[in-house]
């Protein structure tokens, strides 16, 4: 039957999510064939949309779209037409992952005409895909004869049908046996993704989720009033919690109160409560609603202009995870099983803290940017990380097998077993490699030619010190003060302050420890920071800026630094300076709290070095002058070379546009080095670049002896020293410099392998 001619005036759809469902539920209760069912699906979901066409088409194993089921469209055509992946709006849909209407069809660059459909009078189109954990199973579509554009409203509600499409397909039972298990094959498929190695290492292990009962909950209720009851139960049980929170000091470990605040006001707005109660009403379980009105969220969010609003997809994605584990019994972080990969979209650094240690063995975020903090946890636990694959978050279901290559950045889901078999055979490789650098501990990082490198490693946790030990580390290049300010409900006191960095003296054992100063502001701020969000954070009111015009919180963490030191040497660096000026008046602070100790009577530190950290390209210009200022000074490389090529490096878009190891940026870090060098003060260069081999050969030929990085890589950085003739690096990388342009990272590789250097290997 092709469709009728039109009849002009087409009225406003009805739509009744509601009505609808439980029509669906009457349906799938029949006893019929797959095919009845799903003519009788298309025919209820026309009706309740008024709608002069509905159809469903279901993706093959060949990536196609096959006609299945319409009402409207020519029957003789369910089976026969078929469309490519990405091809008309149908494939676009699909391709896409995301709805589509349209208002003239026809008219749209990317409609497909199929002649056998008898689709000619229709114009309005929209389409919603049929998702389960990730992956495109068919496609929904509803279209009139009218010139429309479908509302908010409908799409919606297309989108409610498509979600119980996808959870009926996956259980079975609307199509036949052997397309149903053709559907749970894509859905167990294996998936490769290459994103971001954040922290090293290799795993294989069992996937854990973030997001409790995603995958694993019903979506039909099977009484509304029930389901109503249980959904305000655990409305009213966050609220509670939430407010508990805020009220008690002691429950506020690692969750900043400006994350509270905004879970209250979520918590509480009528607003968000009164979509989760309308879908429940709908038919929905209140999981499945929780979980629709994040992902309504989260598009929001994303698609908000402001910067400041889009970080705060954290905090409605943790509240949504909350009240999924309220709604499913428990409280806390999901338990999790032996050997687990954690996975979620975003994760923060106290979230991470909270979780069960002894059985996590490595992360995956889908969120390729803002995780520098739960990095440097990650790192300190030394479980490997990779970031930046968020269609594998997507896809995975609880109890999956994944691996897990933060060396490469590699995460494999559901893998074969020779693949398996393949990385063990790295881990074990690497295993061994790491017992080779464990060998060195105690062994100099000392060139061929007999140059001594400082190798120091970089912290921000008690729980980094006892690397120090165990990687043979000349001492802490930088201690990174500022996550004490932001993990804490509020301004951490004095003697707070004082116990911490006392402790972190304490296991040093003698070793050099450098405090930088807290680099808090607007692109790191703790819940009792409320100053106005800024347009670019990172070149804000942040570092030495912040502490200079709020002196009483330099004076408070000076003065607790000088009483932790108690008669041992204390360094103390200052963050993204930019002028001589402001390392004098740091230096003017330190004076007065050094003179006031005096006065009450108590011991001094038996040295105080001061220095400053290189990271704009002004301070780097004017480094000879800076250095007359301080006592020593150290390259910020992560921050300079992100202002240096104007490239955010938390974004993923730009962050890999540009390379270190480019002639330009090695030729102003040069020029820093050389102009400290000249004031007779001691440079060195701190930050994740400083952990890439080739990045680490081209400081040591610029001239730079004293590098700080990772724990991880003092023992591969050390091995490749060993074997380095430092004289010869340095005058080949003057004529590489000479005229070279763009980046040198090929040349350096074959210099390395030629001069037989030790380059770092885990494959």
């Known amino acids: 039957?092709?469709?009728?001619?039109?009849?002009?005036?087409?009225?406003?759809?009805?739509?009744?999510?509601?009505?609808?469902?439980?029509?669906?539920?009457?349906?799938?209760?029949?006893?019929?064939?797959?095919?009845?069912?799903?003519?009788?699906?298309?025919?209820?979901?026309?009706?309740?949309?008024?709608?002069?066409?509905?159809?469903?088409?279901?993706?093959?194993?060949?990536?196609?779209?096959?006609?299945?089921?319409?009402?409207?469209?020519?029957?003789?055509?369910?089976?026969?037409?078929?469309?490519?992946?990405?091809?008309?709006?149908?494939?676009?849909?699909?391709?896409?992952?995301?709805?589509?209407?349209?208002?003239?069809?026809?008219?749209?660059?990317?409609?497909?005409?199929?002649?056998?459909?008898?689709?000619?009078?229709?114009?309005?189109?929209?389409?919603?895909?049929?998702?389960?954990?990730?992956?495109?199973?068919?496609?929904?579509?509803?279209?009139?004869?009218?010139?429309?554009?479908?509302?908010?409203?409908?799409?919606?509600?297309?989108?409610?049908?498509?979600?119980?499409?996808?959870?009926?397909?996956?259980?079975?039972?609307?199509?036949?046996?052997?397309?149903?298990?053709?559907?749970?094959?894509?859905?167990?498929?294996?998936?490769?993704?290459?994103?971001?190695?954040?922290?090293?290492?290799?795993?294989?292990?069992?996937?854990?989720?973030?997001?409790?009962?995603?995958?694993?909950?019903?979506?039909?209720?099977?009484?509304?009033?029930?389901?109503?009851?249980?959904?305000?139960?655990?409305?009213?049980?966050?609220?509670?919690?939430?407010?508990?929170?805020?009220?008690?000091?002691?429950?506020?470990?690692?969750?900043?109160?400006?994350?509270?605040?905004?879970?209250?006001?979520?918590?509480?707005?009528?607003?968000?409560?009164?979509?989760?109660?309308?879908?429940?009403?709908?038919?929905?379980?209140?999981?499945?609603?929780?979980?629709?009105?994040?992902?309504?969220?989260?598009?929001?969010?994303?698609?908000?202009?402001?910067?400041?609003?889009?970080?705060?997809?954290?905090?409605?994605?943790?509240?949504?995870?909350?009240?999924?584990?309220?709604?499913?019994?428990?409280?806390?972080?999901?338990?999790?099983?032996?050997?687990?990969?954690?996975?979620?979209?975003?994760?923060?650094?106290?979230?991470?803290?909270?979780?069960?240690?002894?059985?996590?063995?490595?992360?995956v975020l889908g969120d390729g940017g803002g995780t520098s903090h739960a990095a440097i946890v990650a790192r300190t636990l030394g479980l490997p990380f990779v970031s930046g694959v968020p269609q594998i978050v997507e896809s995975a279901r609880t109890g999956d097998t994944i691996i897990v290559d933060g060396d490469h950045g590699e995460v494999h889901l559901r893998p074969p077993d020779d693949l398996i078999r393949t990385y063990e055979q790295r881990r074990e490789l690497r295993s061994a490699r790491l017992a080779d650098y464990a060998a060195l501990r105690d062994s100099p990082a000392r060139t061929l030619d007999g140059v001594e490198i400082d190798l120091q490693m970089n912290a921000g946790l008690v729980l980094d010190m006892p690397h120090l030990r165990e990687t043979g580390a000349s001492g802490v290049g930088l201690f990174r003060t500022e996550l004490q300010f932001l993990i804490g409900s509020t301004l951490p006191t004095a003697s707070e302050q004082e116990a911490h960095y006392r402790e972190i003296l304490d296991a040093a054992g003698g070793k050099p420890v450098v405090f930088r100063t807290a680099d808090i502001g607007s692109d790191k701020r703790g819940g009792y920071m409320l100053h106005p969000a800024e347009a670019n954070p990172a070149m804000g009111w942040r570092g030495l800026r912040l502490s200079l015009d709020r002196e009483g919180l330099l004076r408070t963490q000076v003065r607790a630094l000088i009483a932790a030191a108690d008669g041992r040497e204390l360094r103390v660096l200052l963050p993204l300076v930019t002028a001589c000026r402001e390392v004098r008046a740091a230096r003017g602070v330190l004076g007065k709290e050094l003179a006031r100790r005096e006065r009450m009577g108590k011991s001094l530190p038996e040295r105080v070095l001061v220095g400053a950290m290189i990271e704009i390209p002004a301070a780097a210009w004017e480094a000879g002058r800076i250095a007359e200022e301080a006592d020593f000074l150290s390259i910020g490389g992560n921050d300079l070379a992100q202002f240096f090529f104007a490239a955010d490096r938390e974004s993923e878009r730009v962050s890999r546009r540009y390379d270190p190891l480019c002639s330009g940026f090695l030729s102003f870090v040069g020029h820093a080095a050389r102009e400290a060098q000249a004031a007779g003060k001691p440079i060195g260069y701190c930050g994740e670049q400083a952990s890439d081999p080739l990045m680490a050969l081209a400081l040591l030929g610029l001239g730079l002896r004293s590098l700080s990085v990772t724990a991880s890589a003092i023992g591969p950085l050390k091995a490749m020293i060993r074997t380095v003739d430092l004289a010869a690096l340095r005058s080949w990388l003057e004529r590489a410099e000479d005229g070279a342009e763009g980046s040198l990272r090929r040349d350096m590789d074959v210099y390395a392998r030629q001069s037989r250097i030790v380059l770092p290997d885990w494959s």
């Open 1 to 363: 039957m092709s469709v009728s001619s039109s009849t002009g005036y087409v009225p406003r759809p009805r739509s009744s999510p509601r009505v609808l469902l439980k029509r669906l539920r009457e349906i799938m209760a029949e006893e019929t064939e797959p095919e009845a069912r799903l003519n009788a699906l298309v025919r209820a979901i026309a009706a309740n949309m008024v709608a002069d066409v509905c159809s469903i088409y279901v993706r093959r194993t060949d990536d196609a779209l096959e006609l299945f089921a319409t009402e409207g469209l020519n029957p003789r055509a369910v089976h026969e037409t078929r469309l490519n992946w990405g091809e008309g709006l149908v494939g676009r849909v699909a391709q896409d992952k995301k709805p589509l209407a349209v208002r003239d069809a026809p008219a749209h660059s990317a409609f497909s005409y199929k002649a056998e459909t008898g689709e000619d009078p229709l114009h309005a189109f929209l389409g919603v895909p049929i998702v389960r954990s990730g992956h495109v199973l068919g496609v929904l579509v509803v279209q009139n004869r009218a010139h429309r554009r479908y509302s908010e409203d409908e799409t919606e509600a297309a989108q409610i049908v498509a979600t119980v499409l996808a959870e009926i397909v996956q259980a079975g039972g609307l199509l036949d046996e052997a397309d149903t298990e053709s559907a749970r094959a894509l859905l167990a498929a294996p998936e490769d993704a290459v994103g971001t190695g954040v922290s090293p290492g290799i795993v294989t292990g069992t996937v854990a989720l973030l997001e409790p009962g995603l995958r694993e909950h019903k979506v039909f209720a099977d009484s509304v009033a029930a389901e109503k009851e249980r959904l305000e139960n655990a409305i009213a049980g966050l609220q509670k919690s939430v407010d508990e929170m805020i009220a008690s000091d002691a429950q506020l470990s690692g969750i900043s109160r400006d994350v509270l605040e905004v879970y209250r006001l979520f918590a509480y707005d009528r607003g968000w409560v009164r979509r989760l109660e309308e879908k429940v009403l709908a038919g929905l379980t209140a999981e499945t609603a929780v979980e629709q009105v994040q992902a309504e969220n989260r598009e929001r969010m994303r698609a908000a202009p402001d910067p400041y609003i889009r970080e705060r997809l954290h905090d409605l994605e943790d509240l949504s995870r909350r009240l999924i584990r309220a709604l499913n019994g428990g409280e806390g972080p999901p338990p999790l099983p032996e050997n687990a990969v954690l996975l979620a979209d975003t994760l923060g650094p106290a979230e991470l803290l909270e979780l069960d240690r002894d059985r996590l063995a490595g992360l």
